[in-house]
């Protein structure tokens, strides 16, 4: 469907919400399809949304969940008056989502004063992301919600992204996966298990531009996008801000890498285990997170480009390449990795500054 035409869907969508409006597309996501209106009659601003249907099969659950999360967040002190929390808007008639033309759309109300930072443009704006991070991974230590279903079942475990790549490789025989992305998923199936056991809530998504940042400072204000937020390791978060870091700055860079385990440790505070499995786990998640997202991508244009949204066919393998890339990056500066993070977790932990 055409921008203009999606545009004119957003329209009629919008006036389950609102009256007269102006919309126009917001961001530029890989998912969903954004659009920001401005409302004529209280001169305010929200956010429109097209879900991707075939990303989250059941957007009704995954609506009604929304709201349980959004609770939790606003009723922790701690988080709630250091960054502002989300606020879902229902219909005129009261529902949480609205269906036209086929397609599912729910509203948000825009955080005024804010800028999303895409790409980052100096290091504390990276340690304020992951700062912003931990204290959501931190917060979401004690959400313990009745029941949840996990939005993307299996999101973010590599090895049943590994058993997808094969059965989607049998099934399409002639749509051939170039040989030296093969060689690099066949040479580090290690990855699978490096991480360990372990499933807590975790945000899912932890890119920077998932971060909205005050207009006026370089302080993160709001952490957005929560629709994968589920069962997952603690440094599946933390190794996929480390890896959007690295892929917005052209490559790995140590600095960059001790921003974030600065910010994210602050943050979340003290990890169950010992600072050197910890520094391990943080040095081992990057490369993690860079080798399941090429995967992912990889099983996408084996299954025709369903997921992730593209210009051209081929997008999804051109992809894949550049986050092997990283993946390569990141296992050459592994040992490095591993030392920085464990300078600054050791510091901190007998100074009793991470508690």
Partial sequence: MSLKARTKLAVQAASAWWGETEISPLGDGHIHQTFLVHVAKTDERCVLQSVNQTVFADVQQMAQQMPVLLQHLAADREYANAFVVADALPT???????????????????VER?????????????????????????????????????????????????????RCVQANPTDAVPADLTAVIESNLDLVAALGPGRSFIHGDCKINNVLFRDDKDQALAVIDLDTVGPGHWAWDFGDLVRSVAFS?????????????????????????????????????????AFTLGVRFIIDHLRGDEYFRVSQRGDNLRRAAEQFTLLQQFNGLRVQLHECALAHLSKHVNSGQLR
């Fill in 92 to 110: 005129r008639l009261g529902n949480i989502v609205h269906s036209v033309g086929g397609e599912t759309w729910r509203a948000w109300r825009y």
């Fill in 114 to 166: 804010s800028r999303v930072v895409d790409p980052f443009t100096n290091m504390q704006q990276v340690e304020s992301a992951a700062h912003a991070f931990g204290s959501f991974q931190r917060s979401l230590a004690g959400f313990q919600p009745r029941s949840w279903r996990p939005p993307i079942p299996g999101f973010l475990e590599l090895s049943g992204y590994i058993e997808s790549y094969r």
């Fill in 249 to 289: 700055h052209g490559s790995v860079d140590l600095g960059l890498f001790q921003a974030c385990v600065k910010g994210f440790s602050f943050g979340r505070g003290t990890f169950a285990q010992s600072p050197q499995i910890t520094a391990q786990q943080m040095s081992i998640a990057p490369a993690y997170i």
